[in-house]
């Protein structure tokens, strides 16, 4: 069965403070791994896509990168906008829909 | 307007009644996504158009949900004789260049 796993579900950080967030992942093959960001009370909003071992994606302080098994989003000297729950979810060969992890929700303390 | 519409943002009902819930793509956009988001759980695949082929609808919960795509456009969910367990929310997406793109949801509560 395809599974994402999300980790830490919370995490607290000062502004400035960089931490990365954790995306594992056990699917039958990759077609690929997106990461999503959501506001409460909103749809999510989409970040970035990965494809293949080794991509990395960068916009503005956020920096996503795949491996076979997991992906990170590294959050470099946050501030208190990016605080959201960030959602990863994959895309499997031969799917179209999304599996979704359950999220991190980040709080970004000024 | 450029993104992904729903209506109602908001839904309460009784249990039992019937409620239909609609989602506006963005144009142009040929594949279209239902899923539902209930409180602490991630989002769950309910149902799949592309163009004019049989949609997927491996991840409709029960035979109360159903959903159709009228013209390649508009897609309404149905859920039938609803019960307090499908209250969530239900959030549409629409697929361009290998992005989906999500509308705001339906907050749907049942009674």
């Known amino acids: 069965e395809d599974q994402v796993t999300q980790s830490p579900e919370a995490l607290r950080l000062q502004e400035g403070e960089s931490s990365s967030l954790n995306c594992s992942y056990t699917v039958s093959g990759l077609r690929g791994l997106f990461w999503y960001r959501q506001d409460p009370g909103k749809g999510p909003e989409f970040l970035f896509t990965?494809?293949?071992a080794g991509e990395e994606k960068e916009k503005e302080r956020l920096k996503a990168t795949l491996t076979k098994k997991e992906s990170f989003l590294h959050i470099t000297a946050p501030k208190p906008e990016d605080s959201a729950t960030y959602l990863c979810?994959?895309?499997?060969?031969?799917?179209?829909?999304?599996?979704f992890g359950q999220g991190t929700r980040l709080t970004i303390n000024p | 307007g450029a993104g992904v519409s729903q209506s109602p943002s908001n839904k309460v009902t009784e249990k039992g009644k019937d409620v239909e819930l609609r989602c506006d793509p963005i144009s142009g956009h040929t594949a279209l996504y239902w899923y539902r988001q209930s409180l602490g759980q991630g989002l769950e695949f309910l149902i799949y158009?592309?163009?004019?082929?049989?949609?997927?609808k491996s991840g409709l919960p029960s035979d109360r949900f159903s959903a159709e795509r009228t013209g390649g456009s508009v897609s309404t969910l149905t859920i039938q004789r609803t019960q307090q367990e499908d209250s969530a929310v239900y959030l549409c997406?629409?697929?361009?260049?290998?992005?989906?793109?999500f509308g705001p949801g339906t907050r749907l509560t049942v009674l």
């Open positions: 158009f592309q163009g004019n082929s049989a949609p997927d």
């Open positions: 979810a994959v895309q499997v060969k031969g799917a179209q829909k999304l599996v």
């Open positions: 997406a629409s697929e361009g260049h290998n992005e989906q793109f």
């Open positions: 990965l494809y293949s």
